[in-house]
């Protein structure tokens, strides 16, 4: 099969590189497609020879990734059936991990992410508040076993960390800024006041650029930037939601999303 094979499914994310960590023995889409080519050949030296690599390293490999996660490849003795390779019951619930996660990479690539920089003011448990341009906003925090879409593992924050905020406009609800919305009501953790800046109409799904913080409150929402300060949020919404709203650039609205949709990523030294 050769090398282009072997790159597709980590291509197929979108952006970066999925990857899961377990004891700090990464698996990746190259130990995906190994586990899958002994599954397909029913040998390791089968696999072996369509990736184009040698038996030994892809033993080698196979043997590292047991030690962190379990038997995943069992072996059985030549006989009168033969001898080959198949793979085990967790080696294919680790493939279906990877194939989550590669999913969730491939959908994560194709949503608008608004970013905003903050430091960490509190820590409670997996979430944290962050200190940010427009106000405290909360999100999830901590490693949990897999790697971004870096291939970097999310380590945990303590408090005076500069963090980045990153939220996915497909987790932001958008309502009539007159259309009071009780803070008792929903489980949405971070709410905003704003002003959409700019509206980008798709055939079903619009999205739109809503400026907050003093861009917002000053009115200045003059660009699909977010106004003079720059600072905006995205998020998604149906041509229909936006109808039934009657919803227009310049209109203030509220804007509001769960700390559980939030990502906090530390930020490089």
Avoid: C
């Avoid at 194939?99 to 944290?128: F, K, N, S």
């Avoid at 980008?200 to 009115?219: C, Y």
């Amino acid at each position: 099969m050769g090398e282009p094979t072997e790159s597709d499914p980590d291509a197929a994310a979108g952006r970066g590189r999925a990857a899961l960590i377990e004891d700090g023995v990464e698996f990746d889409g190259r130990d995906a497609a190994l586990l899958r080519a002994v599954d397909a050949a029913g040998s390791v030296a089968g696999a072996a020879a369509d990736l184009g690599r040698s038996r030994a390293r892809a033993l080698s490999r196979i043997e590292d990734l047991e030690e962190a996660y379990g038997t995943l490849v069992e072996r059985r003795r030549g006989g009168e059936g033969g001898g080959g390779s198949r793979l085990a019951a967790s080696g294919r619930a680790l493939l279906d991990r990877y194939d989550r996660l590669q999913a969730v990479l491939a959908a994560t690539a194709a949503v608008p992410e608004t970013v905003l920089d903050g430091t960490v003011t509190a820590v409670d448990g997996e979430l944290a508040v962050v200190d940010t341009p427009v106000g405290e906003l909360s999100g999830l925090h901590g490693g949990g076993g897999e790697a971004d879409d870096s291939g970097d593992d999310r380590g945990t924050v303590a408090v005076g960390d500069a963090v980045q905020v990153r939220i996915g406009a497909d987790a932001v609800t958008v309502n009539d800024a007159a259309d009071a919305v009780d803070p008792d009501a929903t489980s949405a953790r971070n709410r905003l006041n704003g002003r959409i800046s700019a509206v980008d109409p798709g055939e079903t799904v619009s999205t739109l650029r809503i400026a907050v913080g003093a861009a917002a409150d000053s009115g200045e929402a003059d660009d699909a930037e977010g106004g003079s300060d720059g600072v905006a949020v995205a998020a998604l919404i149906t041509a229909e939601s936006i109808e039934r709203l009657g919803l227009a650039r310049g209109d203030p609205v509220s804007i509001r999303w769960k700390a559980t949709a939030t990502r906090l990523v530390p930020q490089a030294e």
